[in-house]
Nanobody, 126 residues
Framework: QVQLVESGGGLVQAGGSLRLSCAASGRTFSSYNMGWFRQAPGKEREFVAA????????HYADSVKGRFTISRDYAKNTVYLQMTSLKPEDTAVYYC???????????????????WGQGTQVTVSS
């Protein structure tokens, strides 16, 4: 069982930056592939970024590539999402998720993940 708690969301102007954190409980954090997803009002949950259990592999949605960076700190059992050059269309509730298994080509699928956090709101004003 893994519990995930996101933090770091807030209100920021377009062009600004935020860093989201996702703290994971449990001793097996290093065994989990981690992902960030987001959901805007009236829209489906969409993939943002993912990082493999080893930290070697990362993937990003085209809409955030070059602006967002996913990373993980094994000592702190935490995964981060550094967001820069934020745009109003980045406004959403951001969720982190954990999946135990082989890091495969399905990292972008929400149903691939076993555990989810409660989400943190990010609002980007124009």
């Amino acid at each position: 069982q893994v519990q995930l708690v996101e933090s770091g969301g807030g209100l920021v102007q377009a062009g600004g930056s935020l860093r989201l954190s996702c703290a994971a409980s449990g001793r097996t954090f290093s065994s989990y592939n981690m992902g960030w997803f987001r959901q805007a009002p009236g829209k489906e949950r969409e993939f943002v970024a993912a990082i493999s259990w080893s930290g070697i592999s990362t993937h990003y949605a085209d809409s955030v590539k070059g602006r967002f960076t996913i990373s993980r700190d094994y000592a702190k059992n935490t995964v981060y999402l550094q967001m820069t050059s934020l745009k109003p269309e980045d406004t959403a509730v951001y969720y982190c998720a954990a999946e135990r298994g082989t890091y495969s080509g399905s990292y972008y699928r929400p149903d691939e993940y076993d555990y989810w956090g409660q989400g943190t709101q990010v609002t980007v004003s124009s």
